[in-house]
């Protein structure tokens, strides 16, 4: 199976609560998962576990954990809010 | 007939109106010689399955059609025609049909500016000159058209662009092409041409030729339109296209009157479409000129609205009266489908003032300080003017 | 120290020509079925003023409400409500504003103020348990929002003012109270048109005890509890304010950039609550009293700032393609100092860009450069050059030049700073928002994109959603508390919380209208009750901010309203987003049909005779 | 705005509309050199034409055609559908398939379809005269009444056209015709 690319970018102060070492808002975190794997299992990979109260984004719309991933993508992970 | 000290009539389309008149146009092309149209048009006519008549239409002619632009949309502007001059070019193209309502000719008019004068910007085009070897342009009104498919004009952006050359080359009336409308969407488009023809010919400097051309367009709507909006036969729908179609060469002809001037303000302030606004302006301009104009309204209108029996029937001097109390009757009579007064679309009184005064200072001389104002009000409760001779 | 128990239904009918006023009995009857704030508001303009007239003319009226909770102490209840006839759309609009002018007015004794008439002298109102003081405010004329406020409020609690804007009649100018505002539809102009230019209340003369002490102690302990324990009002509110919308909307493809072209860009995370938060060090600075802590205040420059709400970074910054965070709030400044909302003021200075760009309109102004926007703001407020156009909105500039397919806004009021076409449940509420373009009217995109419980690209049951929301809105403005206390009152409770997703999900896509109706909304009615004494139930709350919809609209219709109006500008209907490869197009049409059957509207968009009826609204009195 | 969104369109062909045309031309030309034989009206008709009279009627723009005129010694013949090598002194274009169509289904006769522009006829107007009353002598041979009466302008009456001419002379024309 090929590898793809995952990029995991985390923004409302997500980075530090999960204490991720330098982490570069515009690069964010590169992982290497094979195709056709499920967004709850990349964040299992990544270590990444206390993710699941939040809201997670691609391509401009709203994925929820069972996603699967054909091709590279990056991925935004947010805490949800109210609007204002 | 009334003949001004001076006049000049203009008009370049062509019309071809009928049953399979769509066939033709390959042969009318080709005798322009242009061979690869451009088709302009909106989603509704794509929709309405229009466009599939008209490539049925081209079947065994040998001819392509460059493409069918569907991207025009109620409000036409610059954007629209540059993507439109983009595909125009990248397809090589030589002429343009139109197909649909008013904006899908304006942008067909801006397009055939554009691309015959090899430019990207529609701005430098304030002043056109009158030499301009424009492509073959073909219009095919539909049953969204209100008329001014056939006229000199184009709105891209707001802004006017008005020149003799822009008018289309030939107008196609097919009755395939007519397809059947909701009552109100009938009535509308054929009460505002009727309005412009009615201004054009009551007009001090009505010269005419264009009254000719204003009767003709009158009568076939008077004529069909009762028939159009029930039964919908195809002559009666047909005749209507037609009266809409003249309309518009009519409306080019013609200085602006007033009821078009308030028509148009009153719809840009209160968001109502331009039609209905003219429709229901009709009578009471026409009203107003009787009684507040020296020149009051002329009795040959009388013949096109109400028929050769009424006309011989009502005396001389009666005939300006009656003329319009026909008007009354063919407008106020509508009112089972569409709005016929102001008060029922609920038009607040501040903005009938500003209306008014936004258009009083280029009538003022010819209706008077506050016509304006008068119009709107009877127009408003939909009573006839007050006041003036009776 | 008086004291007040419940409400003590005093309004003042304050009539600025005459300079005369008088008391009015708020009936019974009417604060049942109105409930208080931005309903009675509007049923006390509803009972007196025709339809009509011009809203800068003599005969418009500003009616303010501060509804039953404000001084009792309830969370988040720090709020008042206005309405009035806007003269930049037209149509009644009604605002809400957290400053201290209600809690001043409130705890004076009325409960709220109509102000009629015309002074043809500046003049600004003072209010005690007396009545009202009209001084004279012609050294005030010409004074900034915040300057007059020092200068009225040495002997009051809290004042409402206007800057340059309204005074110039700038259409969309607005009235602040503290640093909070009365912002959309153009109040301040309204006052500026009656030459009102502030209204102060001393304050502190009477305590407002609830009538049901101990029912209200419980009802707040446990707002409070929902509102500390919801990850949304305790999370991204209190830590990044409305500006946590940024990385969100980015994400979801909401943000409005370059004019509505683009739903994200790159550089959107610069402007995001998160990375002000740590560069301007914000602490809060919030209506008073609130439980949230939503608005904050930070160090710009140097200088300590209020930061910018989340609609001023979407519309100022990202809109045109800005994102240096000090200089949105330059920008956020001279509409607060100038007196104007940042909201329509963005929207039209991105239709002016684009304009300018096409070569439709002469400016010098251009996406991306912040040069040349603060003295356009300036010309604005002051109405000299092209300002003077620009001070009309967008619909009058581009109906006057040209480009009305790029001018974002609905019924003349510029849209707020969600892109409709990333949630159509939101372009449907845009188009059919009582006050124009407003996202306060109905937020659908919350449901849609945020908490993802609704699919955002489907037309399927948005309508009944749009209506139940404008319904819980309209009610909650009408107890007059904060509109953010939707999440935690309503996610907190035990169905919401524990119900597993997927049958939130199915529920909500299948069929809104029956779904909702298990939500449990009982914490409002809880607290409105324990306050005033007499009952009120959840579903006679829905039906009260449903009874606030329809009036409002048949209020509007009678200007004019109707099917025609409830659109979206041609951008948002037949071009798509930069960010959008699958081109999805906005059915608006099949959810305004869907709508109009479920809100009980005819096909053209007026209210049934039978809806006005059952909704026990009265035909207009003689007025 | 990409530019392949919006496709070139080839204008289809109507196959079937051709063959039906070109048929009925084909018959129409072998009766015309029929009728030329049998019927005596006709054989005047054609005696008043000048001797290098070529007749080409065909549907524009490649659609099917027929070629009628005289030879070298004087006799009508029907000369098939290639123009080339042949000098035509009469052309009678049909401007497209439909507008054919029309007139050989005999929705539309020959004038009413002159009348609503369908043809472009270029050579002088009295060989057109003359050809558009030789067609219509032939259709009257060629189809029952009901359907010439609407493919001529006046059926003709008896008096004109004696019962037994027509009946012989329709036989004879079909033999002919389809005789070669």
């Known amino acids: 199976m090929e590898d793809i690319i995952i990029t995991l970018k985390l923004y409302s102060g997500l980075e530090k609560e999960l204490k991720i070492p330098d982490y570069n808002v515009n690069s964010g975190v590169i992982i290497k998962v094979n195709k056709g794997t499920k967004l709850k299992n990349i964040i299992a990979d990544s270590g990444l576990q206390k993710l699941s109260g939040y809201a997670f984004f691609s391509g401009g719309e709203r994925i929820n954990l069972r996603t699967k991933f054909m091709e590279s993508a990056e991925i935004s992970c947010l805490k949800i809010s109210g609007g204002g | 007939m009334q003949i001004p000290d001076y006049f000049k009539f203009f008009n370049k389309t062509r019309i071809v109106s009928g049953k399979k008149s769509l066939e033709n146009i390959p042969y009318e092309l080709q005798s322009m010689d242009a061979v690869k149209p451009l088709v302009i048009t909106d989603k509704r006519s794509v929709d309405e399955g229009l466009v599939k008549i008209l490539i049925d239409a081209y079947g065994d002619s040998g001819l392509v059609i460059g493409a069918v632009f569907d991207g025009v949309t109620a409000y036409t502007s610059a954007k629209t025609v540059l993507d439109a001059a983009r595909l125009f070019r990248a397809r090589g193209c030589d002429s343009i049909i139109s197909i649909g309502g008013e904006s899908c000719a304006f942008a067909a008019k801006a397009l055939n500016l554009l691309v015959s004068h090899k430019t990207e910007d529609l701005l430098q085009f304030d002043s056109l000159p009158d030499n301009m070897h424009l492509c073959p342009f073909i219009v095919i009104p539909t049953s969204d058209s209100s008329g001014r498919e056939t006229s000199t004009r184009s709105v891209i952006d707001g802004r006017i662009y008005e020149s003799d050359e822009l008018m289309p080359d030939i107008a196609v009336i097919d009755p395939r092409m007519l397809k059947k409308r909701g009552k109100a969407e009938t009535i509308l488009p054929a009460l505002r041409a009727m309005a412009e023809a009615v201004e054009a010919c009551t007009e001090d400097a009505a010269n005419p030729m264009n009254d000719s051309f204003a009767f003709a367009s009158i009568q076939l709507i008077c004529e069909n339109l009762a028939a159009a909006v029930n039964g919908g036969s195809v002559k009666s729908v047909l005749g209507l296209a037609n009266g809409i179609a003249i309309s518009g060469i009519v409306w080019s002809n013609a200085p602006e009157g007033i009821g078009s001037a308030l028509a148009e303000e009153l719809a840009v302030r209160t968001g109502n479409s331009r039609e209905l606004c003219a429709a229901v302006l009709l009578p009471h301009t026409l009203d107003y000129k009787l009684k507040n104009t020296k020149k009051s309204v002329r009795g040959e209108l009388l013949l096109p609205v109400a028929g050769i029996d009424r006309y011989c029937a009502a005396a001389e001097t009666e005939r300006g009266l009656l003329g319009v109390e026909a008007v009354f009757e063919i407008v106020k009579g509508m009112n089972k489908y569409i709005p016929v007064t102001l008060k029922e679309l609920n038009i607040p009184r501040y903005i009938l003032e500003s209306t008014a005064e936004a258009v009083e200072d280029s009538f003022a001389k010819q209706y008077g300080k506050g016509g304006a104002l008068m119009i709107l009000e009877s127009a408003y409760n939909g009573e006839r003017v007050s006041g003036g001779k009776k | 120290m008086q004291e007040i128990t419940g409400t003590s239904n005093r309004i003042l009918e304050v009539n600025l020509t005459k300079k005369s006023f008088s008391v009015y009995e708020v009936p019974k009857e009417d604060l049942k079925l109105y409930l208080g704030g931005k309903g009675l508001a509007l049923k006390m303009l509803y009972d007196r003023m025709e339809p009509g007239i011009d809203p800068l003319g003599e005969d418009n009226m500003i009616a303010i409400h501060t509804g039953v909770l404000l001084g009792t102490g309830a969370p988040c209840s720090g709020r008042f409500a206005a309405v009035t006839k806007s003269p930049l759309t037209g149509i009644m609009t009604s605002c809400s504003c957290g400053g201290a002018f209600g809690m001043a007015l409130k705890t004076s004794g009325w409960d709220g103020l109509i102000v009629k008439g015309k002074s043809n002298t500046p003049v600004y109102l003072y209010v005690d348990s007396k009545g009202v003081e009209f001084r004279d405010a012609k050294k005030l004329w010409g004074m900034d929002t915040q300057k007059t406020q020092e200068e009225i409020s040495k002997d009051s609690g809290g004042a409402l003012a206007i800057g340059p804007a309204g005074e110039n009649l700038v259409l969309y100018a607005n009235v602040a109270s503290g640093h909070r505002f009365l912002g959309r539809g153009g109040m301040g102009a309204v006052m500026g048109s009656k030459n009102l230019k502030a209204i102060s209340a001393k304050g502190k ?174 010309d604005i407020a002051h109405m000299k050059g092209i300002g003077k156009d620009l001070a009309m909105g967008s619909r009058y500039c581009s109906k006057k030049y040209g480009g009305e397919d790029f001018a974002i806004q609905v019924k003349g009021l510029e849209m707020a700073a969600y892109d409709p076409r990333g949630a159509f449940g939101q372009g449907l509420s845009y188009a059919v928002a009582n006050r124009g373009a407003c996202h306060l009217s109905a937020t659908a995109f919350g449901l849609e994109v945020y908490l993802g419980l609704m699919d955002a690209y489907s037309y399927r049951s948005k309508a009944s959603m749009v209506k139940y929301q404008e319904d819980i809105y309209s009610a909650i403005n009408s107890l007059q508390t904060c509109v953010f206390t939707v999440f935690p009152y309503e996610l907190e409770t035990l169905l919401m919380k524990y119900s597993p997703r997927p049958v939130l999900k199915f529920m909500m896509n299948l069929m809104a209208g029956v779904a909702m109706r298990f939500v449990d909304v009982s914490l409002w009615p809880e607290l409105w009750s324990a306050v005033i004494g007499n009952r009120l139930g959840m579903t006679a709350f829905l039906r009260v901010g449903a009874r606030v919809q329809v009036l409002e609209r048949v209020m509007n219709c009678a200007e004019g309203i109707s099917r025609k109006d409830d659109t979206l500008p041609d951008r948002l209907l037949n071009e798509f987003r930069k960010c959008d490869s699958k081109e999805r197009a906005i059915p608006l049409e099949k959810m305004l049909n869907r709508y109009y059957f479920v809100r009980g509207f005819d096909k053209n968009g007026i209210p049934k005779e039978r809806t006005v009826r059952r909704l026990k609204i009265k035909k207009r009195m003689a007025v | 705005m990409n530019i392949n969104k919006y496709p070139e369109i080839k204008s289809g062909g109507k196959l079937i509309k051709k063959i039906y045309v070109a048929v009925m031309l084909w018959i129409v030309g072998r009766a015309i050199q029929a009728a030329s034989r049998v019927d005596r009206e006709v054989k005047e008709e054609f005696g008043r034409l000048s001797d290098d009279f070529m007749m080409h009627l065909h549907v524009l723009p490649s659609g099917p055609g027929m070629i009628v005129g005289k030879d070298k010694n004087g006799k009508v013949k029907y000369m098939g559908w290639n123009p080339k090598g042949k000098k035509i002194t009469l052309d009678m274009k049909v401007k497209n398939i439909e507008g054919a169509m029309l007139m050989f289904t005999f929705q539309e006769s020959t004038c009413v379809a002159s009348a609503n522009n369908r043809l472009a006829v270029s050579g002088n107007v009295p060989d057109t005269m003359a050809f558009i009353r030789i067609l219509n002598i032939v259709e009257t041979y060629l189809l029952p009444k009901i359907i010439t009466s609407f493919a001529v302008k006046r059926y003709p009456k008896w008096s004109q056209m004696s019962p037994m001419r027509k009946y012989a002379g329709r036989v004879l024309v079909y033999v002919r015709t389809f005789t070669f």
């Open chain 3, 205 to 378: 003369e009477f305590k407002i005890l609830p009538v049901n002490q101990k029912k209200f102690e419980k009802a707040k302990k446990k707002a409070t509890d929902y509102i500390n324990g919801n990850d949304i009002s305790a999370g991204s509110y209190r830590n990044f304010g409305t500006n946590a919308n940024v990385n969100l909307n980015n994400a979801g493809g909401l943000l409005p950039v370059r004019n509505f072209t683009g739903g994200t860009h790159g550089e959107a995370h610069k402007i995001s609550g998160e990375e002000m938060a740590e560069k301007f060090k914000t602490s809060y600075s919030t209506c008073k009293p609130c439980t949230i802590l939503c608005g904050h205040k930070g160090n710009i420059n140097g200088q300590m700032r209020q930061i910018p709400e989340y609609e001023t970074v979407g519309l100022m910054g990202s809109n045109l393609e800005i994102f240096d965070p000090v200089k949105i709030s330059d920008f956020n400044e001279i509409c607060t100092l100038m007196g104007m909302d940042t909201i329509t003021a963005g929207g039209t200075i991105a239709w002016a860009m684009e304009a300018t760009e096409r070569g439709l309109f002469k400016s010098d102004l251009k996406f991306g450069s912040a040069d040349g926007v603060c003295e356009v703001l300036k």
